[in-house]
């Protein structure tokens, strides 16, 4: 085969190559997110409209005993998850499970973890990049920096207890009703997100632990906490 002929191949495959590396990037860095944008306002509007069905009507008597909340649906939103360290208007719905499909449209709620506001440990994931990016300023957590959560009826602040922690994926104790390597030394309202890391990898996790500081009926307003 000539030389010019094969110059002239190895050209043509590198630019090849070129234009797919052009592809991925351009998916990774902006198709991910404009999927996970529209995936997410329409969890945020499904959660918003059911909540609006089930609202109690103004004047009506309260049940004496309120109904069993409801399991979890795989899949489907339950809760709306706010941290004001990571600017204005960051909101995220969070879904039961942490499959795949379940974190392309926001958060996901580590199955058998607590529910918002109980005695345990209630434990969510997010992406770090792709997807919208929910979690990509999480090493900027601080201790006292609020997390705030509604679902609907009540809204729960949790508090960070300190900076991330960086482990390994199979470390599950960061997520046990007392989560190990908190410094909660016993059973208590705890959260946990989780994360990858490093930023672009998922060799590790990221880790941030809170502890429940306040809860609200969603009646009387935003907690202050949101300007904190």
Not at 31 to 60: F, I
């Amino acid at each position: 085969m000539p030389v010019r002929l094969v110059v002239r191949t190895f050209s043509e495959l590198c630019i090849t190559v070129g234009a797919l590396i052009v592809l991925f990037v351009v998916y990774v860095l902006f198709w991910t997110g404009v999927k996970a944008a529209d995936a997410t306002g329409a969890e945020l509007d499904a959660l918003r409209g059911q909540w609006a069905r089930t609202a109690p009507v103004p004047g009506a008597r309260p049940s004496p005993e309120p109904p069993a909340p409801a399991a979890y649906r795989d899949g489907e939103p339950f809760a709306m998850l706010y941290i004001p360290r990571f600017g204005k208007g960051w909101e995220w719905p969070v879904l039961e499970n942490t499959e795949v499909r379940t974190l392309q449209k926001g958060l996901g709620h580590y199955r058998g973890t607590a529910r918002p506001g109980e005695t345990g440990n209630f434990a969510v994931a997010g992406h770090r990049r792709t997807y919208g990016d929910p979690f990509k300023d999480f090493p900027k957590l601080r201790r006292g920096d609020a997390v705030l959560l509604t679902d609907g009826t009540t809204w729960f602040t949790y508090r960070i207890g300190k900076p991330p922690h960086r482990t390994v994926p199979s470390d599950t104790g960061v997520i046990a009703p007392v989560p190990r390597g908190s410094g909660f030394d016993g059973p208590g309202r705890y959260l946990t997100l989780t994360t990858c890391d490093p930023e672009w990898g998922s060799s590790h996790r990221l880790i941030a632990w809170a502890h429940l500081d306040a809860t609200r009926p969603v009646a009387e307003g935003r907690p202050a906490a949101f300007h904190s």
